[in-house]
């Protein structure tokens, strides 16, 4: 069990500067390898104020200079929207400048605004990303590779700059589709999950669907890492802790805009937070998520664990404008003490299980 930070990046309004918020992104990962995460991770989209990521392999790059341990990662690259053969080369090329640190994560995205500025079909995209799951080891792992499909066709070539980890780096598949979910499963590939801002029913609701899919996948799915995306935080303070759950409020709210089209903006930038009908209260909230005193957290968590059974968590670190001087001190805290708590409980946990079984 390990965690990391997920760095999504967001501007609420315009008193954050671009170059403030990238800049908190790269001090909080500085921060978390410090605290003693092991991972940290970077989102991609584009043209809007929901994140000011557009490239995660450019943020590893830079980060990779500014650390010397901890991994990172893009969560995710959205295939379609690239370029095949300078993805599948920059890939190598950020391997390499970070030393064999980075975690592939890719997903097909679901922003219709994003495509519509790509020239590229959000209906299409689906069926891309599965052509990409079929290049990206040929491309990784052969020095001479070609490929010839339906939208990607690529003649004999090889990768200039190979890839340091053997034999290409993890690969973290996030998607809500059964049939992709299985296929990464059959092929050994790390899946990326949430369960939003839901309770122990919708994370035991996720564990159904992914024992599902690793049984209609024909494996154990031992060879596959899950990893959880969460929004917790902990504080005795409890307007801190409100401060945290009203970004959380934010990122859900756009996100729903985006994804269901009906996003609202004065200026063609800066989207408005409109209220959404999945909305929940503060309370609703705190009951659902870890989130309250270090106890509370530590103790939710574990019992998250329990019912999801998840490799890694990346905790929602960076969400809309909450105060980067009081985020460092929660990742300092996390590293003293939530992470050291929950990692031995479930070390416990699982040597018990295992002397049981």
Known sequence: MDFGAFILAQQRGYHQSSSEVISNSVEQTVRAEQAGFSNAWYAEHHFNNYSLSPSPLMMVAHCAGKTSTIRL??????????????????????????????????????????????????????????EYLDVLPKALTQKIFEHHGQYLNIPPSS??????????????????????????????YNLFVTALLGGTDAIRGLREKLDADIEASGTDGSRSRIGFLRCAYASDNRAEVNSYLANAQFQRRLSFSL????????????????????????????????????????????????????????????????????????????GETIIPAVTKAVGSERLSLNAAE
Not at 161 to 179: A, L
Not at 285 to 301: F, H, K, T, W, Y
Request: hydrophobic share 40%; with cysteine; glycine share 8%.
């Open 73 to 130: 990662g893009s969560a995710v690259c959205i295939l379609p929207l690239y370029h095949a053969p300078r993805f599948l080369a920059e890939v190598g090329l950020v391997d390499t400048l970070s030393g064999g640190r980075l975690e592939l994560g890719i997903g097909s995205g679901y922003q219709q605004f994003e495509f519509e500025r790509f020239g590229t079909s959000l209906d299409e995209a689906g069926k891309i990303f599965a």
């Open 159 to 188: 990768i200039a700059v190979r890839p340091v980890q053997e034999p290409m780096p993890p690969i973290w598949v996030t998607t809500g589709n059964p049939r992709m979910r299985e296929r990464a499963f059959r092929e050994g």
């Open 259 to 334: 994804k269901d089209r009906t996003q609202q903006t004065d200026d063609g930038y800066l989207m408005k937070e409109v209220p959404h009908p999945t909305d929940m209260s503060f309370d609703e909230m705190r009951a659902n998520l870890p989130v309250g005193s270090v106890n509370q957290v530590i103790e939710r968590l574990i019992e998250e664990i329990e019912i999801l059974r998840p490799d890694h968590i990346a905790v929602q670190t960076q969400l809309g404008d909450f105060d980067q001087k009081t985020m460092l001190r929660q990742l300092d805290l996390w």
